[in-house]
């Protein structure tokens, strides 16, 4: 049994389709991007509206949740990111799954009044 099928076996709750590198259908949005390969980008881009830019690996995500109202909060050991907006909950599904390469805060394009919208990123310093 070769190292492939022994990876399958051990995951017997994922198809063949998870475990494959293959390209998956091709989804955009002006707001954020995932990779198209089943594969596990290390470190999640926040671009600002003003460009700046900051990264953290997925690897210090204690906790993400979700709120209609509210938008999205990432917890790490020492920050908590908030992400603010509208129609947030195909982006909160991506983050679980640790499959966003970046999030982009609005830039002024926005001229709809429905999809998504990512309206700013906050970060908050925690202090214990």
Sequence with gaps: MDFRQRLEQSRPGLTKD??????????????????????HPACLDF???????RALPYSYFTEINFDNETGIEIFTTTKRIKIVGRNLSKLFDYLVTYRVRYIQANIGNDQKEEGLF???????????
């Design 18 to 39: 998870e475990l494959s590198n293959e390209p998956e259908d091709d989804f955009r949005s002006e707001y954020y991007a995932i990779d198209n390969i089943r594969s």
């Design 47 to 53: 671009r600002m509206k003003e460009g700046s830019r």
């Design 118 to 128: 990512v309206k700013e990123i906050l970060f908050e310093e925690l202090n214990f």
